[in-house]
């Protein structure tokens, strides 16, 4: 069985300092990991995804994310937020053993960026 | 952005009627999911489709149905509608489930109420 843990479900942080969502998960197999973005009354974006290539990965909009197996943890970072960063992420495991039911979601972290 | 449309955008029903939600997409994706998100539970799966006619129960399939008869399209039925079934309704499309290919991009939501 897999699981998917957001250790937060809101975070604020001001305008130009650094962000950080984190993120633990289990799986039994090799996973791949993905963080999402949503902002209100929109879609999913993805921003990055790990599949076990380099443990850093670096997404869109200035975000990365380091995989630590030891930790079993994918945190989400960006050295400095904007207005624009502030939305619902979601952490996301997928076992490359499953089958197309394999994702997991976690249950969302809301970024406030304060002025 | 990954060509996938979801109609209709918005929908109010009554208690105990038929309604079916209709996700397209341009993209010829093999994979494609019916997911609702509800506060405090981040997406939950419903239905998925691993080919044209092929299709399984996901975590939460109690009230629903599913068809898939083109490549291009997944429709969600509730045969009798609930209010617990008031949520928002994602469709999501993926190339593979394993691999360099296995993110799912997702549709811009269906909002549904159930009075």
């Known amino acids: 069985a897999q699981s998917v843990t957001q250790l937060d479900s809101h975070v604020s942080v001001s305008e130009g300092t650094p962000v950080l969502l984190r993120c633990n998960y289990s799986?039994?197999?090799?996973?791949?990991l993905f963080w999402y973005v949503q902002h209100p009354n929109k879609g999913l974006q993805l921003l990055l995804k790990y599949t076990s290539a380099a443990t850093l990965v670096k997404g869109i909009n200035g975000f990365e994310a380091e995989f630590k197996k030891s930790e079993t943890s994918f945190h989400l970072t960006k050295p400095s937020a904007h207005m624009s960063d502030a939305a619902e992420y979601f952490c996301?495991?997928?076992?490359?053993?499953?089958?197309?039911?394999?994702?997991?979601f976690g249950k969302g972290t809301h970024l406030i960026i304060q002025p | 952005d990954a060509g996938i449309t979801q109609s209709p955008r918005h929908k109010v029903t009554e208690t105990g009627t038929p309604v079916t939600l209709r996700c397209h997409q341009t993209?010829?994706?093999?994979?494609m999911y019916w997911y609702r998100q509800d506060p405090g539970h981040g997406l939950r799966l419903i239905h998925y489709s691993y080919g044209v006619k092929d299709t399984d129960k996901g975590e939460v399939s109690d009230g629903y149905s599913v068809s898939r008869s083109k490549t291009e399209d997944f429709l969600l039925t509730l045969e009798s509608a609930t209010s617990s079934q008031t949520s928002v309704y994602f469709c999501?499309?993926?190339?593979?489930?394993?691999?360099?290919?296995?993110?799912?991009?997702f549709g811009p939501g269906t909002r549904l109420t159930v009075l």
């Open positions: 993209e010829n994706h093999r994979y």
């Open positions: 999501a499309i993926s190339e593979s489930i394993r691999g360099p290919s296995n993110e799912q991009f």
């Open positions: 996301v495991v997928s076992h490359s053993g499953g089958g197309a039911d394999g994702l997991t």
């Open positions: 799986s039994s197999y090799s996973p791949s």
